[in-house]
């Protein structure tokens, strides 16, 4: 009975989590630190996917939630925004905009992007079109089955430009600037996913941890 009524109030049993990449030191990586440290009792799963088939896994209830980029209206899923980084582009250190404050949209339009096929690549190719809509040429995309780390390395090594979200500034990678994107409308947005059938208390603790870590944030 004991043990019925820790799971009944979150306090034991397992979360099952789907994220597209995990950076030391960022919204997410604190948050899940935080969770484990106050509910000890839960045994958190991890696996990284792209979020098409995260949501895939959460429709399926092969994972519990899922933490994307974007902002989602789905059907059957509810979604909600947990928190915000400023988009920024990636460019090597002897890139001629390297040593701007920023850049825009013009700036990139004739760069080559390179993307993940993996991770949030599929939202990252789908972001530098819809930016770069309209113009004499579509905007030169290249896509590898590479994991972030080595994109950003060959961003250093001038295979092209990228994107990323600030927390990857935790991080940095040699041979390889951040720049904000000035003209961008406003900051990415991650949001989590999870069906509308999962009752889990568990899952609705790591939402209020959430939620504290956001107006914290906020306030300060």
């Not at 994307?68 to 582009?89: K, N, Q, Y």
């Not at 993996?118 to 990252?124: E, I, K, L």
């Not at 819809?130 to 590898?144: D, K, N, V």
Request: aromatic residues 6%; proline residues 5%; glycine residues 10%.
């Amino acid at each position: 009975m004991k043990t019925a009524g820790m799971t009944a109030a979150g306090e034991c049993g397992r979360l099952r989590i789907g994220i597209h990449g995990l950076i030391a030191g960022s919204f997410l990586d604190t948050l899940l630190a935080g969770y484990r440290t106050s509910h000890s009792g839960i045994a958190i799963e991890m696996t990284e996917a792209t979020a098409r088939d995260a949501i895939v896994q959460v429709r399926s209830c092969k994972i519990d939630v899922a933490f994307v980029v974007g902002a989602f209206e789905l059907p059957d899923c509810h979604s909600r925004p947990i928190w915000t980084e400023a988009l920024m582009a990636a460019l090597p250190v002897d890139h001629p905009l390297a040593d701007q404050s920023g850049v825009t949209w013009d700036d990139l339009s004739a760069e080559q992007f390179l993307v993940r096929h993996g991770g949030t690549g599929p939202q990252v190719q789908d972001h530098i079109v819809l930016r770069l809509a309209g113009r004499w040429s579509p905007p030169a995309i290249r896509r590898f089955e590479v994991e972030r780390g080595t994109l950003l390395s060959m961003v250093a090594q001038g295979f092209g430009v990228t994107l990323v979200g600030e927390a990857s500034g935790l991080f940095p990678t040699a041979g390889v600037v951040l720049l904000p994107i000035t003209d961008e409308p406003g900051p990415i947005v991650f949001s989590a996913i999870w069906s509308p059938h999962n009752r889990s208390a568990a899952l609705q603790n790591l939402f209020a941890l959430a939620g504290e870590m956001s107006r914290a944030t906020q306030a300060a």
